[in-house]
DNA sequence: CCACAAATATGACAGTTGTCATATTCCAGT
DNA sequence: ACTGGAATATGACAACTGTCATATTTGTGG
């Protein structure tokens, strides 16, 4: 395939990004680790660093939402949450609590690249912007599901900002912890919260 | 005062990864943000920057610690909870959605100091270790005023999990939306599971 | 007033970073 | 076979980083 030097990169720096976080993963790191040219950087991605950083985020963003979407439609909105807990809490241990989300690294560790000009100002909402769109996007999954079984409007994304929120939370605890346990409570608190809401619009 | 320089130095760090993340502060920064000397870096912080962030992880986890215990033991558990949430999103609006949590910047964000040695990774443990004994201090608050309101104490520690995982998240999020939206949802679902939680128990 | 340690100033160090310019290799289309 | 553009290789650049060694200042106890 012609883009697969590209596609590694951009897999290559989404994973170093979830465990070191943005500014700690370099493109040399990136072609270290995912053994590709270096001198393709430039070729791949004219618009540099800041460029990567932007196709890693929409990259993991889509990695997690299409399974999710796939899981919601098929299992329903319990279903689905546990499908999401479960992609992290294996995403966890595989990496020996290495790798935490690629997105929340970009909501808080700011790429600073070249400075002065107010390129700068707007070239970090840029990304800002797409990490909020990645999770605008989950949010918006969880909360159509929420809907369709039957919850309010309000209720719905309530909800389901709760879940994407106390999930990115608790995958950062965990990788601090080293140690499953929070997203085991969060997981167990989060079905409650949910059958109950759910229940209470059946009955 | 004789520590004014030291303790302006650490509450500058702290102010600087909330903002930026650990990596994209340095040590010039700190000193520029500060108006503090350059030169008495290494007499105040001899382990350098690796100590730098570890106080401020230290001083960020008791200013947060302090008053919301305060506010637990004088306002009750839903009181404590608005104030903790408050608290945050003071800070969001004051500072234009620039700062967020430090404690969660070094969490996403590994140092990554001189490397080789196994000093390495046993340092970057040091720094995960004291961000989660900041999780875990907050936690233990929310906990121990759940437990005195009458809750079980298996229900007592997950709920304070979900709470600071939930808000440490949103506070991301919203720092990648540059908008409360996501707090004032995420505050009025907590509030509605703590409620039914210890109404549940009084009745 | 003096001495002595704490605090600050200043400059240098090797290493790394993102970026770019230039060469070289690869490979499909004719 | 060959040509033209895509892809890769290689090295260099200035800027920045954390750290350290060496002055110089400051403030306080004698």
Redesign the interface.
């Known amino acids: 395939m012609t883009t697969t030097t590209r596609d590694k990169m951009i897999a290559g720096a989404a994973d170093l990004m979830s ?6 993963t370099s493109m040399r790191d990136v072609v270290r680790h995912t053994a590709t040219p270096r001198g393709s950087i430039s070729h791949h991605f004219p618009d540099g660093k800041r460029q990567l950083i932007a196709e890693a985020v929409t990259f993991a963003g889509k990695q997690v939402s299409i399974p999710l979407e796939k899981a919601m439609n098929e299992r329903g909105v319990i279903g689905g949450l546990r499908a999401f807990v479960a992609s992290w809490r294996r995403q966890l241990e595989a990496t020996g609590f290495e790798a ?1 989300c690629p997105v ?9 690249g070249e400075a002065s000009d107010r390129d700068d100002e707007t070239a970090q909402q840029h990304l ?2 797409l ?2 769109g990645v ?2 996007d989950w949010r918006q999954i969880m909360r159509t599901a929420l809907l369709r079984e039957g919850l309010a409007a309000e209720r719905s ?3 389901a ?2 879940v ?7 995958v ?2 965990c ?4 140690s499953t346990d ?1 997203l085991d ?2 997981q ?3 079905e409650t ?1 949910l059958s109950t809401a759910l229940a209470r619009t059946a009955g």
């Open positions: 465990r070191r976080g943005v500014n700690a935490g929340l690294a970009v909501a808080v560790d700011r790429y600073v800002l912007d990490a909020d999770f605008a994304e309530r909800l900002t709760l994407v929120a106390s999930i990115e939370g608790t950062a605890m990788r601090a912890s080293r929070a409570q969060v167990e608190e989060l919260v």
